[in-house]
């Protein structure tokens, strides 16, 4: 896009009447009307006096997993990490509907609800190979003008048990992964060492960034954390490493939390929390206050992990207030900023709506930050890269 | 009503197909249409194929407290339980609709979303006296046809520490309230055997059952459950008698757990919990297989406590599957239970859906009961005695 666009008639989440000047798809100007360069041709859309909030951005998510798009499927249970690995990949076999039809009907869902970018997971082992990493590729060029892809090549049956995993994280990366990911060096590989010697590899082979799952919990998970943390350091990785879900870190003691918050922000580790339920989880203020970044993401999305997810991100937000008791404002607003700015900035955005950042924003009938996580009104206009691609719970 | 009313294609939540009968507002029969004795001029509805289930039903709310039909409250923040009731008071005196018009807006807000009934806990204290309650009888009459009201006399700013309360408490109950309530003999009162004391004067003499907040920890909290189920036996209140909240049930040790959990079976004292998400919450599977019932309910609901809840009691009980990690068919189930079966027997209402229960009930299509909580429709046909209240998300 060339031509100009002025939504007018909006509001900014402090209540303030503001005037919003796109320009080739990205944000030229935000303030009042009489701030910004508007020329007589420029296209004018009317605000309706809604509030202009950034485009939520999703952390972590699984588009190659989700079952959207198939009649209900039933969750097979599984007790541990590893037998629950085992019945999925059981299920994936019998899957009638490609990554390409579930993973875009889960684009299509998202972006309506505000996402406009989203760090996909994909799932590399021996048995699946680099498939469902080609189907993402090419939902990165159908879906893009919805949703900007990140992908994560994800060892989710392990590296050491699944011999051969790590020459195909290689490959993937090779092929067009963004990043390359882990999973519990301890609790599934058994090998603390050798799992994150083959994923530091990855990285400084191939110079791309990390982003671990780790559910190991307590000391254990801690002791993992300070090993990427100083990985990161040895290999001048800082700001391009994240952990996902890190539970240990709501469950350790102030002395084991303290150094290892203290080694995560030197290493500018980035953390990853979906706010889950059964279990301890990262907790935010203290997280920021020891300097750590704490960015969220939906996780699965009805998929063999769980039958549950929506991937609406101000419910998410939402669900990490409930579970970090949040209730006023300002924590609603450093839940939402979760799901926008951090996010943002571990996905490698611009400040959101700042001068030359995508046109990435949403409109909601709401007063404030708060008010629309309390709320979560379905009657969100959605604008990608300055064009409005979704109202009212429905694709335009 | 006295006509009969046929509801045609609809599917049990097993998916056989099956027809509903209805007569006087109550179920008078339910399956194949030939099992039946539908009379010629019974009126026929189309159920569209649709999955009939129980009407929802709210064994914890605050119909008082809410600031529902007013402008976004934003949270005064209050560490303590004494702090919030404090803030609550503060801003109560402010507040500008009645309480006929903000519970009157949250009682249509749920009944369609399918909660039939309810058991809304309502402040008495010495300031307000019975004002809430009055208020909230009258909603019983003006709403009565939407949601059953069961009430509540509540004490939320204690009973010893505000002289005057337990006589209020007696008059209330004998103005109309169902059941006398309580909050915290140790934490908020100080004083357990003097604040039990009083609750229990109130329901042996009005022969009413029993309500009480527990918001107390860990074995504190523990004891206080014993104490109240011990009285419960002495005074042959058994089934007569809850506990909310108790917070403690979650983060107790085997031994105190098992103490705890047999003694609230052998009293009959039910559980109800909303799934929280900042402290521990009681667990359901060990509370059932010990004997303990176990329901739920929404508690706040935009109000001086929280500004988040919106009275889903299907995201409630999803919510609650979070917490547990309840993930398998089963466990939804269960769950879904909490807040139809459990809550309705807790208010003392018959086996939902069999022959002379009233006909409360909604259609969703969906498959499942698991389903309709992991998919969350919001498309929802909502009967209450047998006439269709709400349709898509609006009264009819």
């Given at each position: 896009?060339?031509?100009?666009?002025?939504?007018e008639?909006?509001?900014?989440?402090a209540?303030?009447?503001?005037?919003?000047?796109i320009?080739?798809?990205?944000?030229?100007?935000?303030?009042s009307?009489?701030?910004?360069?508007?020329?007589d041709?420029?296209e004018?859309?009317?605000?309706a006096?809604?509030?202009?909030?950034?485009?939520?951005?999703?952390?972590?998510?699984?588009?190659?997993?989700?079952?959207?798009?198939?009649?209900?499927?039933?969750?097979?249970?599984?007790?541990?990490?590893?037998?629950r690995?085992?019945?999925?990949?059981?299920?994936?076999?019998t899957?009638?509907?490609?990554?390409?039809?579930?993973?875009?009907?889960?684009?299509?869902?998202?972006?309506?609800?505000?996402?406009?970018?989203?760090?996909?997971?994909v799932?590399?082992?021996?048995?699946?190979?680099?498939?469902?990493?080609?189907q993402?590729?090419?939902?990165?060029?159908s879906?893009g003008?919805?949703?900007?892809?990140?992908?994560?090549?994800?060892?989710?049956?392990?590296?050491?048990?699944?011999?051969?995993?790590?020459?195909?994280?290689?490959?993937?990366?090779?092929?067009?992964?963004?990043?390359?990911?882990?999973?519990?060096?301890?609790?599934?590989?058994?090998?603390?060492?050798?799992?994150?010697?083959?994923?530091?590899?990855?990285?400084?082979?191939?110079?791309?960034?990390?982003?671990?799952?780790?559910?190991?919990?307590?000391?254990?998970?801690?002791?993992?954390?300070?090993q990427?943390?100083?990985?990161?350091?040895?290999l001048?990785?800082?700001?391009?490493?994240?952990?996902?879900?890190?539970?240990?870190?709501?469950?350790?003691?102030?002395?084991?939390?303290?150094?290892?918050?203290e080694?995560?922000?030197?290493?500018?580790?980035?953390?990853?929390?979906?706010?889950?339920?059964?279990?301890?989880?990262?907790?935010?203020?203290?997280?920021?206050?020891?300097?750590?970044?704490?960015?969220?993401?939906?996780?699965?999305?009805?998929?063999?992990?769980?039958?549950?997810?929506?991937?609406?991100?101000?419910?998410?937000?939402?669900?990490?207030?409930?579970?970090?008791?949040?209730r006023?404002?300002?924590?609603?607003?450093?839940?939402?900023?979760?799901?926008?700015?951090?996010?943002?900035?571990?996905?490698?955005?611009?400040?959101?709506?700042?001068?030359?950042?995508?046109?990435?924003f949403?409109?909601?009938?709401?007063?404030?930050?708060a008010?629309?996580?309390a709320?979560?009104?379905?009657?969100?206009?959605?604008?990608k890269?300055?064009?409005?691609?979704a109202?009212?719970g429905?694709?335009?």
């Amino acid at each position: 896009m060339s031509e100009s666009l002025v939504v007018e008639n909006i509001r900014n989440a402090a209540g303030e009447s503001v005037t919003l000047l796109i320009e080739g798809g990205r944000v030229a100007g935000l303030g009042s009307a009489a701030s910004l360069a508007i020329s007589d041709s420029a296209e004018r859309l009317d605000g309706a006096g809604r509030i202009i909030l950034p485009g939520l951005v999703d952390g972590h998510i699984h588009l190659d997993k989700t079952f959207m798009g198939l009649p209900f499927v039933p969750h097979i249970p599984g007790e541990t990490v590893a037998k629950r690995i085992a019945a999925e990949r059981e299920l994936r076999r019998t899957v009638s509907l490609p990554v390409t039809a579930r993973g875009g009907a889960l684009i299509e869902k998202i972006a309506v609800l505000g996402t406009v970018a989203v760090r996909s997971h994909v799932d590399i082992d021996t048995e699946i190979g680099l498939k469902g990493l080609e189907q993402v590729l090419s939902l990165k060029q159908s879906h893009g003008h919805l949703v900007d892809i990140e992908i994560v090549a994800f060892p989710q049956s392990g590296i050491m048990r699944d011999p051969g995993t790590a020459e195909l994280l290689h490959k993937a990366v090779a092929e067009g992964a963004d990043l390359v990911g882990g999973l519990d060096p301890a609790g599934i590989d058994d090998d603390i060492n050798g799992h994150l010697d083959a994923v530091f590899a990855v990285a400084e082979r191939h110079n791309v960034g990390v982003d671990l799952h780790l559910h190991d919990g307590g000391p254990l998970g801690a002791f993992e954390l300070r090993q990427i943390a100083e990985r990161t350091i040895a290999l001048s990785l800082q700001g391009r490493v994240a952990v996902s879900h890190a539970f240990c870190l709501g469950a350790l003691d102030g002395a084991d939390f303290g150094k290892t918050a203290e080694l995560l922000a030197r290493a500018e580790v980035s953390i990853m929390t979906n706010g889950p339920g059964p279990v301890p989880m990262p907790p935010v203020k203290p997280l920021q206050a020891a300097g750590v970044r704490v960015f969220c993401g939906s996780d699965n999305i009805r998929d063999a992990w769980s039958p549950f997810g929506n991937g609406d991100l101000i419910e998410r937000a939402g669900i990490i207030c409930d579970r970090q008791d949040f209730r006023a404002d300002e924590d609603l607003e450093r839940a939402f900023d979760l799901a926008t700015r951090a996010s943002g900035a571990v996905l490698g955005r611009p400040e959101p709506l700042s001068i030359g950042a995508p046109a990435d924003f949403i409109l909601v009938g709401c007063g404030s930050v708060a008010e629309t996580l309390a709320k979560r009104p379905f009657d969100r206009a959605v604008f990608k890269a300055g064009r409005k691609i979704a109202e009212a719970g429905r694709l335009v």
